[in-house]
Structure formats: structure tokens, C-alpha cells
């Protein structure tokens, strides 16, 4: 029952997305296969423009982010997996604490206003750059590699970068997927924010969640599920992928991430 229940909202929206559009407001809601079997609705997206830039702009946004998120993320973690870090303790408290009383929205907002980065893609990612979850996660797996490893590699005359590199990135594989496909979904699918600081109505800065917005607002309100889902659908299918494909190394993070208090 409760696979069906995870499993069925998906299968709704990949229905409604193969269905008539007609059809589909005449069948009450509830889908258990495609009524009126068409692709109308995923030709109507594909032909859209704005989904296509907003591919674009999105996946730029995404590999600046995750090169901003996985530096900074893994440094900072590792500076503070080491106990000779003698401030660690007060840094981590001050860490946590943002994890139980952010600013929100409109504090952000404010914030990227005063910096002058309105309207610019730097805004999506800049002010969200480290989570303090996969810091603390990462800092975890960082911390259960064996002293001995490290320290065996500074007799070698190994400096601190090289440890880094050549010793303790290797080693955290697993929890280096887990953080890339986090820091994935949030660039992928964000909009509330994207669409509050990219408010200029310049389209070749939308990302695709802004586009596929934009596009429903010009189209007849009986099309609107259909194509929303069948955008829903493209937007899905690649972190899906993703998922798929490292969904080994992604359980291996979190389970590594916990394997000390």
C-alpha cells in the first residue's frame, strides 16, 4: 500500500501528460491509464522556446553551483574533520545553528538586493553556496578515514592539499555522489526564488521552471494540467537518471556520513 501510494502521483502525472486534453477534464481526477493517448501536449512543450533557453540557463546555473557547493563544502568539512582545528567546536555550534534558525525568503532576498545581484544568475547560488547538512555529513565521513592513512602520508612528506586530493577525496566517493545529486535538486527544480530575482522579464535568463510558468500563462486554461505535466516529465527525467545511476553511491553516503556520532 504504501508503494502505491509514493508510486501512483507519479503515474497520475506521466497519464494526465499522455492524455487528450478534453478528455482529461472530463475524467474527474483520477488516472489509472492515459485517457485519449496523445503527445500533443510534449510537441506543444518542445516547441516552446522558453523550455529550451531555460534548459540552458538552467544547467549552466547547475554546474556553477555544484563547482561552488562541492569546493567549498569539501574544504571547509575537511578543515573541520581535523582535531588539530583547535576552534572547531564553536564553528560547528555556529553551523548548526543556521540549520534550526535561517533568515527564509525574504531576508535572502533582501540580502542579494543589497549586494546588486538582482536579476543575475550568481544570485541563485552564491547566497545558498554550502548546506550546513551535507557540511556536517561530509565533515562525519571525513572524520571515520583512519588517522593512520593520513598521518602515514605526511611522514611520506605529503603536504596538507596533497592529503587532501590524493588521500581523502578518493576514499569519500560515496558521500562526494550523495553531495552532488542533493546539490543537483535544488538549482533543478527551484523557481520560488528564481523567479523572485529574476523578475526582469529578460526570458533568456529564465531558468526552465520559470519558462515552463511563462508558457502556461499563454496558453487556454483546458491545456494548462496536461502540459504542466508533460514540462513536469521533461524536467524529471534527467535528475531521475542521475538518481538511478549513483543510487548505490548515494545510500553509501548517508550511511557513511552516519557511521559516527
Given at each position: 500500500a504504501l508503494v502505491v501510494i509514493m508510486v501512483y502521483p507519479c503515474l497520475h502525472v506521466l497519464f494526465?501528460?499522455?492524455?487528450?486534453?478534453?478528455?482529461?477534464?472530463?475524467?474527474?481526477?483520477?488516472?489509472?491509464?492515459?485517457?485519449?493517448?496523445?503527445?500533443?501536449?510534449?510537441?506543444?512543450?518542445?516547441?516552446?522556446?522558453?523550455?529550451?533557453?531555460?534548459?540552458?540557463?538552467?544547467?549552466?546555473n547547475l554546474v556553477l553551483a555544484l563547482a561552488f557547493n562541492i569546493s567549498l563544502t569539501t574544504l571547509g568539512a575537511y578543515a573541520l574533520s581535523r582535531k588539530e582545528l583547535m576552534i572547531r567546536r564553536p564553528i560547528m555550534l555556529m553551523?548548526?545553528?543556521?540549520?534550526?534558525?535561517?533568515?527564509?525568503?525574504?531576508?535572502?532576498?533582501?540580502?542579494?538586493?543589497?549586494?546588486?545581484?538582482?536579476?543575475?544568475r550568481w544570485a541563485l547560488f552564491i547566497p545558498t553556496a554550502i548546506s550546513a547538512y551535507n557540511l556536517i555529513i561530509m565533515r562525519t565521513s571525513f572524520e571515520?578515514?583512519?588517522?593512520?592513512?593520513?598521518?602515514?602520508?605526511?611522514?611520506?612528506?605529503?603536504?596538507?592539499?596533497?592529503?587532501?586530493?590524493?588521500?581523502?577525496?578518493?576514499?569519500?566517493?560515496?558521500?562526494?555522489?550523495?553531495t552532488i545529486i542533493s546539490s543537483f535538486m535544488v538549482p533543478w527544480t527551484d523557481f520560488v526564488m528564481a523567479k523572485m530575482i529574476l523578475n526582469s522579464g529578460v526570458s533568456a535568463d529564465w531558468t526552465v521552471a520559470i519558462g515552463l510558468y511563462n508558457m502556461l500563462q499563454k496558453t487556454l486554461i483546458n491545456n494548462y494540467f496536461a502540459l504542466f505535466c508533460a514540462g513536469g516529465v521533461l524536467v524529471s527525467i534527467p535528475i531521475s537518471i542521475l538518481f538511478v545511476i549513483m543510487q548505490k553511491f548515494y545510500v553509501e553516503g548517508i550511511t557513511s556520513g552516519a557511521d559516527k556520532g
Amino acid at each position: 500500500a504504501l508503494v502505491v501510494i509514493m508510486v501512483y502521483p507519479c503515474l497520475h502525472v506521466l497519464f494526465a501528460s499522455l492524455s487528450d486534453s478534453s478528455e482529461l477534464m472530463k475524467s474527474g481526477g483520477f488516472l489509472i491509464y492515459p485517457k485519449g493517448f496523445t503527445l500533443n501536449a510534449y510537441l506543444e512543450v518542445f516547441k516552446n522556446q522558453l523550455i529550451w533557453s531555460g534548459y540552458g540557463n538552467t544547467i549552466l546555473n547547475l554546474v556553477l553551483a555544484l563547482a561552488f557547493n562541492i569546493s567549498l563544502t569539501t574544504l571547509g568539512a575537511y578543515a573541520l574533520s581535523r582535531k588539530e582545528l583547535m576552534i572547531r567546536r564553536p564553528i560547528m555550534l555556529m553551523i548548526i545553528f543556521t540549520m534550526f534558525f535561517s533568515g527564509g525568503l525574504i531576508p535572502n532576498y533582501i540580502l542579494v538586493r543589497s549586494l546588486g545581484m538582482v536579476d543575475t544568475r550568481w544570485a541563485l547560488f552564491i547566497p545558498t553556496a554550502i548546506s550546513a547538512y551535507n557540511l556536517i555529513i561530509m565533515r562525519t565521513s571525513f572524520e571515520a578515514i583512519p588517522d593512520t592513512l593520513i598521518e602515514a602520508a605526511k611522514l611520506d612528506g605529503a603536504s596538507d592539499a596533497r592529503v587532501f586530493f590524493q588521500v581523502v577525496l578518493p576514499m569519500s566517493k560515496p558521500i562526494l555522489v550523495y553531495t552532488i545529486i542533493s546539490s543537483f535538486m535544488v538549482p533543478w527544480t527551484d523557481f520560488v526564488m528564481a523567479k523572485m530575482i529574476l523578475n526582469s522579464g529578460v526570458s533568456a535568463d529564465w531558468t526552465v521552471a520559470i519558462g515552463l510558468y511563462n508558457m502556461l500563462q499563454k496558453t487556454l486554461i483546458n491545456n494548462y494540467f496536461a502540459l504542466f505535466c508533460a514540462g513536469g516529465v521533461l524536467v524529471s527525467i534527467p535528475i531521475s537518471i542521475l538518481f538511478v545511476i549513483m543510487q548505490k553511491f548515494y545510500v553509501e553516503g548517508i550511511t557513511s556520513g552516519a557511521d559516527k556520532g
